[in-house]
C-alpha cells in the first residue's frame, strides 16, 4: 500500500507561482511513474503532467506546457508541480497519483494510488 500526501497549494495571483509537493510513503516509491491530476467544480478529473520512475521522461497536458514542471527526488519519496504563470483556469483541487507500472498514462483510471488532494486558488 501506497499512501500520497499533497501540501503546498493555495490562493496566489494570476501570474504567480506555487509549488505542491507529494510525500509518499513505501519503500517502493522509485519504481512508480507518478503523475499529477486536478478537478475543477463541476468539471471531471484530468491529466496535468506526469513523470517516470527515475525523472527521465515527464509528459504535460498542452495547457500547462511552458508553464509547469514536474519532478521527482526518489531519495525523499517526493514528487513536485512548480507551477508557474498561473491563471485563474488553474484553479483546481489537485491530486498526486502513483501508478504500479512503467509506461507514463494520462488515464487517471490506470493510476493505483491516489492522495487527498491540494486546493489552488488563481485571483484574476
Known amino acids: 500500500q501506497v499512501q500520497l500526501v499533497e501540501s503546498g497549494g493555495g490562493l496566489v495571483q494570476a501570474g504567480g507561482s506555487l509549488r505542491l509537493s507529494c510525500a509518499a510513503s513505501g519503500r517502493t516509491f522509485s519504481t512508480y511513474v507518478m503523475g499529477w491530476f486536478r478537478q475543477a467544480p463541476g468539471k471531471e478529473r484530468e491529466f496535468v503532467a506526469a513523470?517516470?520512475?527515475?525523472?527521465?521522461?515527464?509528459y504535460y497536458t498542452d495547457s500547462v506546457k511552458g508553464r509547469f514542471t514536474i519532478s521527482r527526488d526518489n531519495a525523499k519519496n517526493t514528487v513536485y508541480l512548480q507551477m508557474n504563470s498561473l491563471k485563474p483556469e488553474d484553479t483546481a483541487v489537485y491530486y498526486c497519483?502513483?501508478?504500479?507500472?512503467?509506461?507514463?498514462?494520462?488515464?487517471?483510471?490506470?493510476?493505483?494510488?491516489w492522495g487527498q488532494g491540494t486546493q489552488v486558488t488563481v485571483s484574476s
Open positions: 497519483a502513483a501508478k504500479i507500472s512503467s509506461w507514463l498514462t494520462t488515464k487517471y483510471s490506470e493510476y493505483d494510488y
Open positions: 513523470v517516470s520512475w527515475n525523472g527521465g521522461s515527464t
